[in-house]
């Protein structure tokens, strides 16, 4: 189940499906032991898992894997203050702000902003807003 | 259900989204589903104007729904609306459903286009950056058009907010590569650069992003990036962390800010000014200095993000590839690496010492850690650590440590996992190929890749094999005794018959003195796996079998009653049936040098990358494959450069691996077989059997005899004409005709037309490049048989020796007919196409009945009319109402030679039920009668 997908490149609706279909099928079978990181067409996936939710970011193979690595954490850090305790169901309820989340922190498939401090005072300056 | 927050929660939604998940069947789903749809669709079009809360509830359902799977075709206008609300959660839930559902239509694209100019024009950063971020993830061209112009503006004008200014960087980066074309520079660019100074670290994380994708794409514009990304790089390494605070992460100091600007460096070669590179080693020590103190942290983000400097910051020093003290400090990080508990850290160190391992300072380095990596190559439980270890050691491979890496790749393609052996087998057989100083060395290592894994041996790497082969007489016998002894295994891969076969037909000689591996030996050996191979195989088969007649006399009875067998001349397969019968014919009749000459040794390949290499470049992709060119590593004595050079031609030829690959065709083309698959045609079994394929003597069940003609890679070949006069195969579609195209390949077209009157014929030549590109050095000439050279005269007009792209030139061939004959001359072409020397050989149409002349009878009772039959152009005149049995064709005519006439009677008797016909011919000669007879029974 993909809680939220994100594209920076064109895809129409079909290829989109099938992205997800293999990155998941790529994904999940991985243990623990393994790296954070899988080869993927002509990119790689860099993900990590939180309980039962993975979060994957496909990046070009020259692209530093663990800058993206801790781009993952540092998104979480976020959601988890943000929600305050973040669970999946928080996800689900409130995805149309999860994706407020992922503008201010990644845009453009670039890191946008890195300070979890900037991106909070960010993020309860707009749920001010009416 | 969560609470949500307070403020701008949308109840209705949060009921849906439950109701949705209390579903318990897909069909409750659905159900749940369109009964929303029909009360939005309703709410949408009912009179009553929606407030704008309701509206953003809505679309926000409508927005869920569509995530769930499932189509939207309305609320489009409605999401357009939410735009120009007022208030923020109402436009961002419109922007949010135009990002996620866009799609290019144009009314809409207009309204869309118009809000988000009304909200970049606000002066309100919040909208502003609704606006920014919808067409950044949109990307579209309509956008682009539409904003490419203003957002440079808003980029660098004094007033505009931190967050606007990282939204409107990234924005032109998305423009710029979805529609680079209509994004402008200008006086922006210089100021964008400027960027890297900005006080907000959000702003320099952007704009460094921007930078370097424009850099890339045009570093002269972007050289003054230089200097203020090392200086801002410089007090980011030697900040104290506090200094940083928002942007510092577990203890380390804006790590992907460094990140960044480390990347924009490596757009670079190293900074001139000396001021300026002593600053970035500095950076690039510190770097790594702080790699070994102690951490400031256990935790593994910490770790993470220290980490992700540090190999940024070497993958600059290595693409600087300039101080050697910095590349063998990256290495020994990275050594240490390699025996780190994280997995990530060893496949990130085997995966950075691989592109180490090809700088000229830095390979010696590498390769002391062979010991590890062969380690992890046999220990590491994540199979793309595996990978890179194999990558690794590719790499760091040269001749001193070649024996090593290659068993221990050979050892673990035993056990490695099957998406990965395909790749191992191309490496393997590069390295052997080309680290080979023993030859027999490579032989044995290929025969063993095929025995671990043969499936996974591609063609190309058992055609390269057979090329080296054939190219070194040093390792012919030895291979032979090899595969002998390998083809004694019970179980053995079908290509290690192909090999077998192949070169035991081609050196099973040089191991016949053996009793243990005499020729009838050989010939049952690689008999007793006949029929365990596919047809492909079995065809190379019998073509080594036709070899073996020729290397061996006394096995000839043996192979030809073996040729001979219904399994083989009757074949249900049409390939393996021509061939035995072919073979099997040309056995039976051709003289003893006929068959030497026919079926000679191979002669060498020409010079050509090695068509394994550009598999693996295929499979890897560009840049992903390491360079293993024996030239960069000068530093160190460069041993194996000097070595190359000592040797001879011959040797340095076959170890360079790194020549351009020749262009076009360059070897044999059997119009037989598919000829666009040429080009890449090595070794293929049909070229090592091509003789057989002309040499058809035979009726075939066939319908139509088919144009046979040579296409010669190699000069050499070219002497081997004797093939021709041996064929003697007529293209049977010009016995009845004078015009038409002759061959034709990719390149070259060559039409004729033909005229005779009596005794002498002339020949009009066409010659059509089919190419845009000149053939240059273009010459041809007509070759005939001694015994033909007597009976006819040539003379072909010379032509100019260039034929432009696309043009035609014609020449034009005088004949004349002496006496009677059977043969045809050849007409040889050779032309140079794209710095490759072409050969063609095509047999002329020229024949016995060209030369007829129709006669007349003289008896009114014999003449009536002339029938418009087949054999009208044969050159006869068919005579009516002189045969008592209507049904029967009669004909007469002269021939004309230069010498003599001969006159020629035809009846041709058909019998219609029993779909015979008995053709007779009277002539003065018993040679022509017996050749006319051929050319007609041939059109029936």
């Known amino acids: 189940m993909t809680r939220l997908a994100k594209w920076y490149m064109q895809f129409d609706d079909d290829e989109k499906q099938k992205l997800i279909e293999e990155v998941h099928a790529v994904v999940t079978v991985r243990d623990a032991k393994h790296t954070n990181f899988v080869e993927f067409r002509n990119f790689k996936i860099i993900y990590r898992r939180y309980a039962g939710l993975y979060f994957c970011i496909c990046v070009d193979v020259t692209d530093n894997n663990l800058a993206y690595l801790e781009g993952i954490h540092n998104f979480v850090e976020v959601l988890n203050e943000y929600f305050h305790n973040v669970c999946e169901l928080d996800l689900v309820f409130n995805f149309y702000k999860v994706y407020t989340v992922v503008d201010e922190m990644f845009l453009a498939g670039e890191i946008r902003e890195t300070s979890q401090t900037k991106v909070l005072k960010q993020l309860l300056m707009l749920q001010s807003l009416e | ?940």
């Not at chain 2, 489009?76 to 799609?103: D, P, R, W």
């Not at chain 2, 073996?562 to 072919?582: G, K």
């Not at chain 2, 003289?591 to 390949?605: C, G, K, N, Q, R």
């Not at chain 2, 090592?688 to 088919?706: C, D, M, T, Y």
Request: glycine share 4%; hydrophobic share 40%; net charge neutral.
């Open chain 2, 1 to 940: 259900m969560p609470t949500v927050s307070k403020g701008d929660g949308m109840r209705g939604l949060a009921v849906f989204i439950s109701d949705i998940r209390n579903c318990k069947s897909k069909e409750a789903e659905i159900k749940r589903i369109n009964k929303e749809l029909a009360n939005i669709r309703s709410k949408f079009k009912g009179d009553k104007a929606l407030d704008g809360y309701s509206k953003k509830k809505y679309v926000c359902k409508l927005l869920f729904i569509f995530l769930l799977g499932h189509d939207i075709d309305f609320g489009h206008m409605e999401a357009v609306n939410l735009l120009s609300s007022n208030k923020y959660t109402e436009k961002q839930i419109g922007y949010l459903f135009i990002s996620v559902l866009v799609n290019s239509n144009s009314d809409l694209i207009r309204l869309i286009n118009n809000g988000i100019k009304n909200d970049l024009a606000s002066r309100n950063p919040t909208f502003m950056n609704l606006a920014l971020h919808c067409i950044a993830n949109v990307g579209s061209r309509e956008m682009a058009e539409a904003f490419a112009f203003e957002i440079p503006s808003i980029l660098v004008a004094g007033d505009t907010m931190d967050s606007v200014k990282q939204s409107a960087a990234l924005c032109l980066l998305r423009l710029n590569r979805t529609s680079p074309d209509l994004v402008p520079m200008g006086e922006w660019t210089a100021r964008v650069v400027h960027l890297l100074n900005d006080q907000h670290l959000g702003v320099v994380t952007a704009a460094t992003s921007l930078i370097t994708t424009l850099a890339q794409k045009s570093p002269d514009d972007f050289k003054t990036s230089i200097s203020l990304a090392v200086a801002r790089l410089s007090r980011i390494v030697t900040s104290a962390s506090i200094d940083l605070q928002d942007y510092t992460y577990y203890f380390v100091a804006a790590p992907w800010l460094s990140v960044k600007l480390l990347r924009l460096l490596q757009c670079y070669p190293p900074p001139e000014d000396a001021a300026l590179r002593s600053r970035l080693t500095e950076c690039l020590e510190t770097i790594l200095n702080k790699a070994q103190e102690p951490p400031k942290s256990k935790k593994v983000q910490h770790s993470n993000a220290k980490n992700a400097v540090l190999f940024e910051a070497i993958s600059l020093i290595i693409h600087h590839d300039s101080e050697p003290t910095l590349l063998v400090r990256a290495c020994n990080q990275l050594g240490q690496f390699l025996q780190h508990r994280e997995t990530n850290l060893r496949y990130l160190a085997l995966e950075s010492m691989c592109t180490l391992a090809s700088s000229e300072f830095s390979h010696e380095a590498v390769k002391t850690h062979i010991d590890t990596v062969i380690n992890a190559l046999k220990t590491e439980r994540d199979v793309s650590v595996r990978q890179r270890a194999v990558d690794l050691l590719y790499a760091m491979c040269d001749r001193s440590n070649a024996k090593q890496i290659v068993a221990e790749m050979l050892s673990y393609l035993e056990t490695a996992d099957y998406s990965i052996r395909e790749e191992i087998v191309l490496k393997v057989a590069i390295l052997a190929e080309k680290y080979a100083v023993d030859y027999t060395w490579y032989v044995d290592t290929i025969l063993n890749l095929i025995r671990v894994a043969g499936d996974y041996v591609s063609e190309e790497v058992w055609y390269r094999v057979i090329q080296i082969v054939i190219n070194r007489d040093d390792v012919q016998g030895y291979a032979a005794k090899t595969v002998f002894e390998a083809l004694q295994a019970p179980a053995c891969h079908e290509n290690l018959v192909k090999v077998g076969g192949y070169i035991l037909g081609e050196f099973g000689n040089l191991i016949a003195g053996d009793s243990r591996s005499s020729p009838l030996v050989q010939f049952s050996l690689l008999h007793s796996k006949f029929h365990l191979c596919s047809v492909p195989t079995r065809a190379l088969l019998l073509s080594a079998y036709i070899k073996f007649i020729n290397l061996f006399p006394e096995v000839k009875a043996t192979i030809q009653d073996v040729l001979r067998s219904d399994s083989q001349l009757r074949n249900a397969d049409v390939e393996l049936q021509q061939r035995a019968v072919e073979y099997l014919k040309l056995s039976c009749i051709a003289s003893t040098d006929i068959l030497a000459t026919v079926l000679e040794e191979m002669p060498p390949f020409p010079e050509r990358e090695s068509s394994i290499l550009a598999k693996l470049k295929r499979k890897k992709g560009p840049g992903k494959l390491p360079d293993i060119d024996e030239n960069r590593r000068n530093v160190n004595g460069s041993s194996e450069h000097s070595e190359n050079t000592d040797t001879t031609n011959k040797v340095s030829y076959v170890l360079n691996l790194n020549s351009s690959p020749s262009t076009g065709p360059s070897l044999l083309v059997d119009v037989f077989s598919d000829s666009s698959t040429s080009a890449s045609v090595d070794v293929s079994e049909d070229n090592f059997s091509r003789w057989g394929h002309f040499v058809s003597l035979v009726e075939q069940n066939r319908p139509a005899i088919k144009l046979k003609c040579l296409q010669l890679g190699h000069t050499a070949l070219l002497q081997k004409s004797v093939l021709f006069y041996y064929c003697v195969l007529v293209n049977s579609r010009f016995v009845c005709k004078n015009n038409g195209v002759i061959y034709e390949n990719q390149l070259l077209q060559i039409g004729l037309k033909s005229e005779y009157r009596q005794n002498l014929g002339r020949i009009y030549v066409f010659y059509g490049n089919k190419t845009s590109t000149q053939f240059l050095s273009f010459s041809s000439f007509v070759t005939s048989s001694d015994i033909l050279k007597t009976h006819i005269l040539h003379c072909l007009i010379s032509v100019d020796p260039i034929i432009e792209g696309g043009a035609q030139v014609q020449q034009i061939l005088n004949i004349e007919c002496v006496s009677d004959f059977t043969d045809a001359p050849v007409l040889n072409i050779q032309f140079r196409y794209g710095g490759t020397l072409q050969n063609i050989a095509v047999k002329l149409p020229v024949m016995l009945n060209k030369f007829f002349q129709p006669t007349e009878m003289t008896s009114q009772d014999f003449f009536q009319r002339w029938k418009q039959l087949g054999i009208l152009g044969f050159g006869v005149a068919l005579l009516d109402g002189v045969d008592p049995n209507p049904a029967n064709f009669v004909g007469a005519g002269v021939i004309h030679t230069k010498s003599t006439q001969v006159g020629c009677l035809l009846r041709l008797e058909p019998n219609a039920q029993a779909q015979m016909y008995r053709l007779t011919l009277r002539t003065s000669r018993e040679s022509v009668s017996q050749r006319l007879c051929e050319l007609l029974g041939e059109q029936f």
